[in-house]
């Protein structure tokens, strides 16, 4: 009896994404959903920050950058010289979670206090400054935990916490990856750090953010994301070059599908649009 092989794997069209570490792990479980809806197609993700994803498709080697910031008018540019046309696609919202850890009896954090800490020339070097002692931080010192500045978590929080024109304080500790700052929080109780809700786990501790100081503060969540009452919460974007046709027109709307949005949904993002998910 002759045996009925599966034809070759290099017949299998393949979609390269590459970008956004904020959207690797959606875009994983994405990726590994979707021979179920095709299995002609295979889906390769890596991360590696925003600004990599946005390269890659300036230059042609990706089909989709993930990116949780917008492009820069210079990458804009830059695209257009390549002969590129960046068409956005927004796939969902995140809520960017302000990390402190579980034995700090902070609650609550407001834009001037998170500036004070971060930006340059930062007021506030110590938890007794803000008048809070933290069990296990013997040194008093906060530890800033960063991302570094190819990431599009980074550059948002810039803007939107500290202002377009504020630098960020030297001495930061820089992570690579969002997951790598809420590790690291868990692990230090002088820490204080900042990543996306999907990363969050009952092992650390989210701040309530105020806009105003001695404002009212909102908690992060999918709700408060979606609802837009999360101050630091963004959309989050596929970049295409042109728009998408084929195999990766097809597969970005089944991400916009309910389908695809619920997956978003239950990996701790807002989705897109208004999903039923069973």
Known sequence: LGLLLPGPIAAQKMVQIKGSDTLVNVAQAWAETYPSVNADVAVAVSGGGSGTGIAAMINGTVDIANASRSMKEKEKKLAEKNGQ??????????????????DNPANK????????????????????????TVPGCDSDEIVV?????????????????????????????????????????????????????AYSTDHVKMACVAEETGGPCTSPSV????????????????????????????????????????????????????????
């Open 145 to 197: 935990v960063n991302r570094q500045n190819n990431s599009g978590t980074y550059a948002y929080f810039k803007k939107e916490v500290l202002g377009k024109k504020t630098k960020f304080r030297q001495g930061t500790l820089d992570m690579h990856g969002s997951k790598d700052v809420v590790d690291l929080v868990e692990k230090t109780p002088c820490a204080i750090g900042y990543s996306g809700l």
């Open 85 to 102: 046309n960046p068409v956005e696609h927004v796939v969902g919202y995140d809520a960017l979670a302000v990390f402190i850890h579980k």
């Open 223 to 278: 709700e408060t994301a979606v609802d837009g009452s999360y101050p630091i919460a963004r959309p989050l974007f596929m970049y295409t070059n042109g728009e998408p046709t084929g195999i990766v027109g097809e597969y970005l709307n089944w991400i916009k599908s309910d389908e695809g949005q619920c997956i978003i949904l239950e990996k701790g993002y807002a989705p897109a649009t208004s999903v039923s998910c069973g």
């Open 109 to 132: 954090m407001s834009y001037e206090q998170l500036k004070d800490i971060y930006a340059r020339g930062q007021k506030v070097k110590k938890w007794s400054d803000m008048g809070i």
